[in-house]
């Protein structure tokens, strides 16, 4: 006898996402776009580089950038400590793969969120609603889900990764 197994429908997909915390607030990310999470170990200043960039890290030779996530949201940067983490992340730029780090206070932990249980980004708040896919319920809790792609897109790096030596 042959079964049918009915796939579940897209918006009830589970989906993984890494869990973060910025501030008091806690975010999270699709886990597809995360290629490595690193102890924070300093950046190195890069001049004319946009605001919500802190710098650079030498990722096995390559000069990656790395964002000031709470910057980039407008927010009051946290002060260093030894759960500060940069999340490496790889998205695609106006000329192909771009590889970043984003600082973040504390990385939690990998969640399965169900689509049933993310809401679409809001349009009020102190967050951008084109800078989120949308908000996840975990335990009675919102998580934010950060748009990576649109995140980086948005900060036109591709012109100063070239200049970076």
Do not use: W
């Not at 790889?90 to 169900?114: F, H, M, Q, R, S």
């Not at 679409?120 to 934010?144: E, N, T, W």
């Amino acid at each position: 006898m042959n079964t049918l197994t009915v796939a579940e429908p897209p918006q009830l997909a589970s989906s993984q996402y890494l869990s973060f915390m910025l501030g008091q607030d806690m975010f999270a990310m699709g886990i597809l776009a995360v290629r490595e999470i690193l102890e924070y170990a300093g950046v190195t200043p890069v001049p004319q580089m946009p605001p919500s960039i802190c710098g650079v890290i030498n990722l096995r030779g390559t000069a990656v950038p790395v964002l000031d996530l709470a910057r980039r949201l407008e927010r009051e940067p946290s002060a260093i400590s030894k759960r500060t983490c940069i999340i490496v992340v790889e998205a695609e730029g106006e000329e192909g793969p771009l590889v970043i780090g984003i600082l973040v206070d504390a990385v939690n932990a990998v969640l399965d969120i169900p689509g049933a249980d993310i809401e679409p980004a809001p349009r009020f708040g102190a967050v951008k609603a084109d800078l989120l896919h949308g908000i996840g319920k975990v335990s009675g809790r919102f998580i934010l889900l950060l748009n990576v792609q649109h995140l980086v897109s948005t900060l036109h790096l591709q012109e100063f990764v070239a200049h970076i030596p």
